[in-house]
């Protein structure tokens, strides 16, 4: 597929944005294709939804707009001039946002106590109820995972092996009771726009939900809190320290903080595991295999580490 000036013109005139002169497809992600278009206006975030429906893609807007009113750091999309944000292409569904300026950021304690204040804010969003929406990477997806994979085109001996143990492993935890509301589900450094060690923007919400807060807190510290495939304990310690500043979590979660950190990468070989199972993509099996090693060293760690 092939992105023209012809064709981003053509969704542009739902706007006030002024003509595009260029355009750029960025680094290709898991769920999306995003290009950078530059106007006579400004930069702007040209976003084709490749995997979600029209119903998420709606409550992903919705709650943009409640992150909007707490100033929450994002690059938020923009209303056509008809008021609505979704515009249906030949290419499929296509949402504008505002150009976060920065880049990837390095993994060290300043970018940990920066996503970890940004997290906690989004975990007390106080009206979350109202956007009540189940997560839609879950234990049932791992157990429905597991159902194919005698049938799979595509046999993976010892991942199928290790993501069984590892689900019935996880399954006694995560069905513990613990605070609950509005979760990001994908914070990791390519999900994010810094400048040095400040923070500019969370970005692809695609994924949000309400869940357990645990659950974002454990696949962040995934993403900001790992050093070449192994947990940092001091990046851990900023980490939860700065988070606790905006919401102090309890005991209960304390203890449970190991099995969601285990979860926070278990929950993302799930979702490739989900679309490896009958084609071969070698991004998202690198991935996988990635994770799964990842896991398996947690799972050495004693409570203390934690």
């Known amino acids: 597929m092939r992105l023209t000036i012809k064709d981003t013109n053509k969704v542009l005139q739902n706007y006030d944005l002024g003509e595009v002169s260029i355009t750029k497809r960025l680094t ?15 930069n702007f975030l040209f976003r084709i939804c490749a995997e979600k429906s029209l119903k998420e893609i709606q409550y992903e807007i919705k709650v943009m707009n409640e992150l909007r009113k707490i100033k929450f750091p ?22 504008i946002y505002d150009f ?4 990837e950021p390095n993994v060290n304690e300043k970018t940990a106590k920066e996503i970890a204040k940004a997290v906690a804010k989004l975990n007390t ?20 995972n597991i159902g194919k994979f ?8 010892e991942i199928f092996e290790y993501f069984k143990e590892e689900t019935e492993f996880l ?31 969370i970005l692809d919400f695609e994924e949000v939900c309400t ?16 050093q070449n495939n192994k947990l940092n304990p001091k990046l851990l310690e900023v980490f939860m320290e700065e988070y606790q500043k905006i919401r102090k979590i309890s005991p209960k979660e304390r203890k449970l903080l190991p099995y969601y950190i285990q979860w926070g990468a278990h929950a993302m070989i799930c979702w490739h595991l989900k ?32």
Request: hydrophobic share 35%.
């Open 28 to 42: 290709s992600g898991f769920a999306n294709i995003n290009y950078k278009i530059k106007t006579t206006k400004s």
């Open 74 to 95: 994002t690059a938020f999309p923009i209303k056509r001039k008809d008021g609505e944000f979704i515009n249906k292409t030949k290419f499929g569904e296509v949402v």
């Open 100 to 103: 976060a300026v920065g880049g």
């Open 125 to 144: 969003l106080r009206n979350w109820k109202e956007l009540k929406k189940g997560n839609a990477i879950n234990l049932k997806l791992c157990r429905d």
């Open 150 to 157: 005698d049938s799979a085109k595509n046999k993976y001996s």
């Open 171 to 201: 399954s006694k935890p995560l069905k513990e009771k613990v605070p609950q509301g509005l979760v990001h589900g994908d914070i990791f450094p390519d999900n994010t726009k810094f400048k040095g060690n400040k923070l500019v923007a």
């Open 211 to 226: 869940d357990n807060l645990l659950f974002d807190i454990g696949v962040t510290i995934n993403g900001f809190c790992f």
């Open 275 to 306: 679309h490896l199972l009958n084609r071969k993509e070698t991004k998202k099996l690198n991935r996988v295999k990635y994770l799964m090693n990842r896991v398996k060293r947690l799972r050495k760690l004693p409570p203390s580490a934690f």
